[in-house]
């Protein structure tokens, strides 16, 4: 075997094995929107508390870690932070399943926020480091597929552990799952070395001296001065919002507005998340493949992501009930396009952003999506659930879901205004020669 043949192989391992342990973080996270109706029954929470758990202990715990921990991803090694938090994140879920109220509930969401919080960031810096950058959308877009991965083996395993063991048991499974492969990473994977442009590593010399007083303060500031980098932050932020806040209650929305069982509704998402997936694979390609030629197709993507993503969202929606077949046609083309802007976001994050900066970049992101979209977009879906309700009584949730998904149509500005920006950051990144990555 070549070298270079080693080198692929050992880099699409690390790929498969960092995508098996996001699935496997996502899965846990989404989980109790699985189990909303047996776990509600047994404690008798109303919508507004449901949101409050599925989403409070996870935004506290990742708005307090994830910064820190993605600037630790930064001048440390990533291989070992990954490994513990996605294993401690993962005994923490498990744990969730002692639990005797909405408390220990929000509690063990910590656990899949820690596991996201070291692990997604120094995740991503890592691949940046093993793809170039005409790889890199395809290599992001795979890594990206892991949420949508493990949002359908929720939708697809957990109503049946649920239904043979209980749902206490299933976070039993899930937990130990991630604490399993986190051991393997820590075993079987070597840290790579870090790739810098030579640009990257004459800014870093000149930037050393005022980064060490402060140094999250200083990155996170200095990521967020650049119009191209507070755009597309801005963007994936309200696109995380609409898309989290869907993801936690569709199962319970298609249950209640076309009176499907559980079973059925999760069948119904479990297509929705598959085709999330393709769309995510497909727009990565797709990204790498226009961005060749032209470096906007890498903001363009996102920008065409996001708007149809909002007009079949919305259609879903608002079409009538009775047209049962429409509204799931317009929910499945929705979900194929509302995972485009990830993929070629992040790669654009690590294609403008110097290398010492990428995981704290990334971590920003994920930051706005874990306070913004898991903390207040189910707590806000849910309190507007429950007020709407008054009105239009068992139409609620349906009205709540519209409001959330309108907040494609910020994102939609947000990343019409980086791709303005984007190819003047583009040429002074690589205004230098830069060493493969």
């Not at 999250?216 to 696109?239: D, H, Y």
């Not at 995972?339 to 994920?366: G, I």
Request: aromatic letters at 8%; charged letters at 10%.
């Amino acid at each position: 075997m070549t070298e270079k043949n080693h080198q692929n192989k050992s880099r699409v391992y690390v790929l498969a094995l960092l995508t098996a342990l996001s699935a496997m973080t996502f899965m846990d996270r989404q989980i109790l929107a699985v189990l909303l109706q047996p776990i509600k029954q047994e404690f008798g929470f109303s919508d507004l508390q449901i949101g409050l758990i599925t989403g409070l202990g996870f935004a506290l715990t990742f708005g307090a870690l994830g910064i820190p921990l993605g600037r630790l991803a930064d001048r440390r090694e990533r291989r070992g932070l990954i490994a513990w938090c996605r294993g401690i994140g993962g005994c923490i879920a498990a744990l969730g399943a002692l639990a005797t109220g909405a408390g220990g509930l929000a509690a063990s969401r910590a656990g899949a926020a820690l596991g996201d919080a070291g692990g997604g960031a120094a995740s991503m810096s890592i691949l940046a480091d093993l793809y170039a950058p005409t790889e890199r959308s395809r290599a992001m877009s795979v890594f990206g597929v892991g949420g949508a991965v493990g949002a359908l083996l929720a939708l697809l395993l957990g109503p049946l552990f649920a239904q043979w063991w209980g749902w206490r048991v299933t976070m039993v499974i899930i937990g130990v799952a991630i604490v399993l492969l986190s051991l393997i990473l820590r075993l079987t994977v070597q840290e790579p070395v870090r790739a810098l442009t030579q640009a990257a590593m004459t800014q870093a010399v000149a930037s050393h001296a005022s980064a060490v007083a402060k140094p999250a303060q200083s990155a996170v500031k200095l990521i967020w001065n650049e119009p191209v980098t507070r755009f597309l932050i801005m963007g994936a932020a309200c696109a995380l919002i609409a898309g989290l806040s869907i993801g936690s209650w569709n199962v319970a929305l298609l249950a209640r507005r076309f009176d499907l069982s559980l079973k059925q509704a999760g069948g119904i998402s479990a297509v929705a998340a598959f085709l999330s997936v393709a769309g995510s694979l497909f727009s990565g390609w797709l990204t790498d493949r226009l961005a060749r030629g032209d470096v906007r197709w890498q903001i363009r993507i996102p920008v065409i992501g996001v708007g149809l993503a909002a007009l079949f969202g919305l259609a879903y929606l608002l079409v009538s009930d009775e047209l049962f077949s429409l509204s799931l046609a317009c929910m499945l083309i929705y979900s194929f396009f509302t995972a485009w802007w990830a993929p070629a976001t992040y790669a654009a994050l690590s294609l403008v952003v110097p290398a010492q900066r990428r995981a704290t970049a990334s971590a920003m992101v994920l930051m706005a999506g874990a306070l913004l979209g898991n903390g207040v977009g189910p707590i806000a879906a849910g309190w507007l659930s429950d007020v709407l309700n008054t009105v239009w009584q068992g139409q609620g949730l349906r009205y709540a879901m519209v409001v959330m998904m309108c907040m494609l149509l910020p994102g939609l500005w947000a990343f019409a205004q980086a791709l303005a920006h984007y190819p003047k950051a583009y040429r002074q990144a690589h205004s230098s020669a830069a060493v493969p990555a």
